[in-house]
């Protein structure tokens, strides 16, 4: 079994990454820019934004009750479409 690491961050909104990540039933907008996604077995491992009941990203909060970054889940998915198929 290969298993592959794509790098998002150095993809920046790039159309590929997005047609990709739209192929295997993923939403771009949930799914961190900066982070490597694991490519292996015939499946995806990646993070993903946690969302409430409203639809709405879920904060993390420091020390003095201030947001300070978004909470992140980890998610495997069927491949569906493999990266070379999208140009990466």
């Keep these: 079994m290969t298993t592959r690491y794509i790098d998002l961050s150095q993809y920046d ?13 993923i939403d771009p ?18 993070q993903e934004f946690v969302r409430g009941p409203e639809g709405f990203k879920l904060p993390i909060h420091d020390e003095n009750g201030e947001a300070c970054a978004w909470q992140k ?16």
């Design 13 to 25: 909104a790039d159309p590929r990454v997005i047609a990709w990540l739209e192929a295997n039933e």
């Design 29 to 46: 907008r949930d799914t961190p820019a900066v982070q490597h996604v694991q490519v292996s077995g015939g499946h995806l491992i990646l």
């Design 73 to 88: 889940q980890t998610i495997t998915r069927p491949l569906l479409s493999a990266p070379e198929d999208h140009g990466l």
